[in-house]
């Protein structure tokens, strides 16, 4: 959302547009991701140790993003990181507002390859302007773990 009103004000957006403009689109900033280790959402409260347990033995990931209150809503579960990662791309196609005219953010959790390889995949899908990978912060990698895997782009809601 920074970098997209960096990008609005250095296009000649007054300070009163641009702020108008982030209202209007902060609920449409849609964040998706997915992670490769259940035991940092358990540990986080997120699940209880027997699901965390069960979900790993089974190869589950989840998909999941951050509602309009900010709150982590689990989406669906896929077997295997290759399915979470078309999963993410799967919820981009659903939601996306005109793509073409998007840079496409990806933070990873020192998951550079999964990173690129969904990049990778958003390219061949989307006709989009371009693709930023960055790693996440310590902080969120904290929560989510190494391996989190995150897609961020303006869609028709959150």
């Known amino acids: 959302m920074v970098y997209t009103a960096a990008l609005k004000k250095a ?4 300070i009163d547009e641009l702020y108008e403009w982030l209202l209007e689109q902060r609920f449409h900033l849609c964040h998706w ?14 699940m209880t140790l027997m699901t965390a347990a069960i979900g790993t ?29 078309h999963a993410l791309v799967a ?21 550079l390859k999964d990173a690129e390889i969904l990049a990778d995949m958003v390219r061949e899908k989307f006709a989009v ?5 960055n790693s996440i912060s310590p902080i969120i990698g904290t929560h989510s773990g190494p391996g989190t895997i995150a897609l961020f782009f303006f869609g028709t809601k959150k």
Do not use: W, Y
């Not at 997915?34 to 997120?46: C, K």
């Not at 190869?59 to 982590?72: A, C, Q, S, T, W």
């Open 33 to 46: 991701f997915t992670v490769d280790d259940l035991e940092h959402l358990r540990r986080g409260g997120r």
């Open 129 to 133: 302007k371009d693709v930023i990978i």
């Open 57 to 85: 033995a089974l190869n589950i990931k989840p998909v999941l993003h951050v509602d309009d209150e900010g709150r982590l809503i689990p989406v669906s579960k896929v077997r295997g990181r290759l399915k979470s990662l």
């Open 91 to 111: 919820h981009m196609e659903e939601t996306c507002i005109k793509p073409e005219e998007q840079i496409i953010f990806i933070g990873h959790g020192d998951s």
């Open 11 to 14: 296009e000649g957006l007054k």
